[in-house]
C-alpha cells in the first residue's frame, strides 16, 4: 500500500523558535497534502490542505503566519510552526490522498503519516 | 457543512466479546464516504474499514464491520471479538461528495479499552 511518511516523531523546541515538520509520500505522487492537528484525547482537527506549486489553503481560525506549509514537489509538503509557543503544542499528523489501483483491494482515500508530537518548553 | 458525531467518549468491553461503537453523520449531499480508524496510543492512524454512500452490502474487513443505516444516517462499527490489542482510540470519518479527495472530517473519537 501506499506509504507516506511523517519525520520528526518527535521534538522537543524552545519557546519562541520554529519547528519544521516534513510529510513525505515514499511511493506514490501527492500534488494534495492535509495536515492535521490533535489535542491529547481529542479529534483530528484539519489545520489546511497544502497544494503542490500553490499556496496553501487554510481552514478558519488557523494563523496561516504561524503554521508555514510549502508543498515544493510532487512527494513533500512541509509545516513549520514559527515562533512557538507552549500552547502550540500538539500532535501534528498529514495526510495524502491516493487514487486506489484497479483490484488494489483496499479503499482508503488518505493514508498517513506517522504524527509529530510537539513540546515546546 | 459536514458532521460527524460519536457519543460515545469511552467504551470497556471484555476479551473475546463483540462491541458496537457509535457514530451518526450529517450531509447534505447524496454521494459521500464513512471511514473507520484506529489509533492506538503511538498516534498512528490506522485504516480498518469504508462504506460508500451507495453501497447496498454493509462493509466488512475482518474482525471490523460497518453497520450502515443511510435513513438513519449512522455508521457503526462493529468489533467480534475482542482482542487486547483492539484497546485504542477509534474515529469515524466522512468526505461529502464536494470536498477534495481525501480530505476527511473526524468524529470526536471514541476510547475503547479491553479487558482481559
Known amino acids: 500500500g501506499a506509504v507516506v511518511s511523517q519525520h520528526p516523531s518527535w521534538v522537543i523546541c524552545k519557546s519562541g523558535t520554529s519547528v519544521k515538520i516534513e510529510c513525505r509520500s515514499l511511493?506514490?505522487?501527492?500534488?494534495?497534502m492535509f495536515w492535521y492537528r490533535q489535542f491529547p484525547k481529542q479529534s483530528l482537527m484539519l489545520m489546511a490542505t497544502?497544494?503542490?506549486?500553490?499556496?496553501?489553503?487554510?481552514e478558519q481560525g488557523v494563523e496561516k503566519d504561524k503554521f508555514l506549509i510549502n508543498h515544493a514537489s510532487l512527494t513533500l509538503s512541509t509545516l513549520t510552526v514559527t515562533s512557538a509557543h507552549p500552547e502550540d503544542s500538539s500532535f501534528y499528523i498529514c495526510?495524502?490522498?491516493?487514487?486506489?489501483?484497479?483490484?488494489?483491494?483496499?479503499?482508503?482515500?488518505?493514508?498517513f503519516g506517522q504524527g509529530t508530537r510537539l513540546t515546546v518548553v | 457543512a459536514q458532521k460527524i458525531t460519536q457519543t460515545q467518549p469511552g467504551m470497556f468491553v471484555q476479551e473475546k466479546e463483540a462491541v458496537t461503537l457509535d457514530c451518526t453523520y450529517d450531509?447534505?449531499?447524496?454521494?459521500?464516504?464513512l471511514f473507520w480508524y484506529k489509533q492506538p496510543s503511538s498516534g498512528e492512524m490506522i485504516f480498518l474499514i469504508y462504506?460508500?454512500?451507495?453501497?447496498?452490502q454493509n462493509a466488512t474487513e475482518g474482525r471490523y464491520s460497518l453497520n450502515f443505516q443511510k435513513a438513519r444516517k449512522s455508521a457503526n462499527l462493529v468489533i467480534s471479538a475482542s482482542q487486547l490489542g483492539d484497546s485504542a482510540m477509534y474515529f469515524c470519518?466522512?468526505?461529502?461528495?464536494?470536498?477534495?479527495?481525501?480530505?476527511?472530517?473526524f468524529g470526536q473519537g471514541t476510547i475503547l479499552t479491553v479487558h482481559p
Open positions: 495526510s495524502a490522498p491516493h487514487l486506489p489501483l484497479e483490484g488494489g483491494g483496499w479503499n482508503t482515500e488518505a493514508f
Open positions: 511511493d506514490f505522487q501527492a500534488t494534495t
Open positions: 497544502s497544494n503542490e506549486g500553490s499556496k496553501a489553503t487554510y
Open positions: 450531509t447534505s449531499d447524496q454521494s459521500y464516504g
Open positions: 462504506q460508500g454512500s451507495y453501497d447496498e
Open positions: 470519518a466522512m468526505r461529502a461528495g464536494g470536498t477534495s479527495y481525501g480530505k476527511l472530517t
